[in-house]
C-alpha cells in the first residue's frame, strides 16, 4: 500500500465508505462493524474510525447504544428537500448555458459524454452510467463558472443520490430514458432555446422521482420520514 498520511486514509476511507452507502452494497438499516469495513477497505482502525465520525455527522450511520452502528436509512424528507434544491439551482443553470455560443470543443465533448453514456447503458454498466449521467450535469456547472455550486450540491445531494442509485438499479429501462433527455436538453441549449432547456430541466428532474411510491413499496425498510 503507498505510504498515505493518516488524513489522506481517512479521506480514502471516507469516499469509498461514502461510495458503498450510496450504491447500496452497504443496505440502508444494516448493522455493521469497524472491524468489518476495515477488512473491506484494508485501512486500519483510526482512518475508519475517523471516516465513520465524518459519516455519522453527516447522519449516514447511526450508533444506537448497546445496540451497535447502523447505516442510516435513505431519509425521504432530505431526498424531497434535496431534489427540489437541485431543481431550482439546475434549471438557473441550464438557462445560462442556453445562452453561450458553444465552441467546437464544447460540443465535441458533450457529444462524448453522450456517447459514454450510451456505451455503459449497452454494457450494463451501472456506476459507470451512473458516473457519466454525473459528468453530463457537472459539465454545464463548469460552463457557466458554477463548478462551486455543483460540488456543494453534492454534499446536500447525498440523500437524494443514495434514491437514484435504488431508483436506476431497479428501474433499468429509465436509462434510455435519461440518455434521451440528456440529448433533448444538449439540443436545445446549443439551439439557445433558453424556455425549452429550462422547460426540458424541469421535466428531467421531476422524473426522479416518478417511481418514488412503487420504490418504497419495493424496499420499505430501506427509508424513513415516509408520509
Known amino acids: 500500500m503507498p505510504n498515505y498520511s493518516r488524513n489522506d486514509l481517512t479521506g480514502q476511507a471516507y469516499d469509498i465508505i461514502l461510495k458503498k452507502i450510496i450504491d447500496a452494497e452497504y443496505e440502508p438499516g ?4 469497524e472491524k468489518k469495513i476495515e477488512d473491506d477497505l484494508q485501512i486500519g482502525r483510526t482512518p475508519v474510525r475517523e471516516a465513520l465520525l465524518q459519516l455519522r455527522q453527516e447522519r449516514l450511520i447511526n450508533v444506537i447504544p448497546q445496540s451497535g452502528t447502523y ?3 435513505i431519509d425521504l424528507k432530505d431526498v424531497l428537500d434535496a431534489r427540489f434544491v437541485r431543481a431550482s439551482v439546475e434549471r ?3 438557462r445560462e448555458a442556453a445562452t453561450l455560443k458553444l465552441t467546437a470543443e464544447q460540443l465535441a465533448d458533450l457529444d462524448r459524454i453522450i456517447e ?3 456505451r455503459t447503458r449497452e454494457n450494463d454498466d451501472f456506476p459507470a452510467f451512473l458516473d457519466s449521467d454525473d459528468i453530463f450535469h457537472e459539465y454545464f456547472y463548469k460552463l457557466t463558472n458554477h463548478q462551486r455550486v455543483w460540488d456543494w450540491l453534492k454534499k446536500i445531494n447525498i440523500q437524494f443520490n443514495r434514491f437514484r442509485f435504488l431508483r436506476l438499479k431497479i428501474q433499468k429501462l429509465s436509462w434510455q ?3 434521451e433527455e440528456h440529448e433533448a436538453i444538449y439540443d436545445a441549449i446549443k439551439a ?3 424556455n425549452e432547456a429550462d422547460r426540458l ?3 428531467h428532474m421531476h422524473r426522479m422521482l416518478d417511481e418514488e411510491e412503487s420504490l418504497i413499496n419495493s424496499f420499505p425498510d430501506y427509508f424513513s420520514n415516509i408520509d
Not at 444494516?30 to 462493524?33: L, P, R, V
Request: overall charge positive; charged content about 25%; aromatic content about 0%.
Open 30 to 33: 444494516q448493522k455493521i462493524s
Open 116 to 118: 459514454n453514456e450510451k
Open 177 to 179: 430514458g435519461l440518455i
Open 71 to 73: 447505516i442510516s436509512k
Open 92 to 94: 438557473r443553470i441550464m
Open 201 to 203: 430541466t424541469a421535466n
Open 192 to 194: 439557445n432555446d433558453v
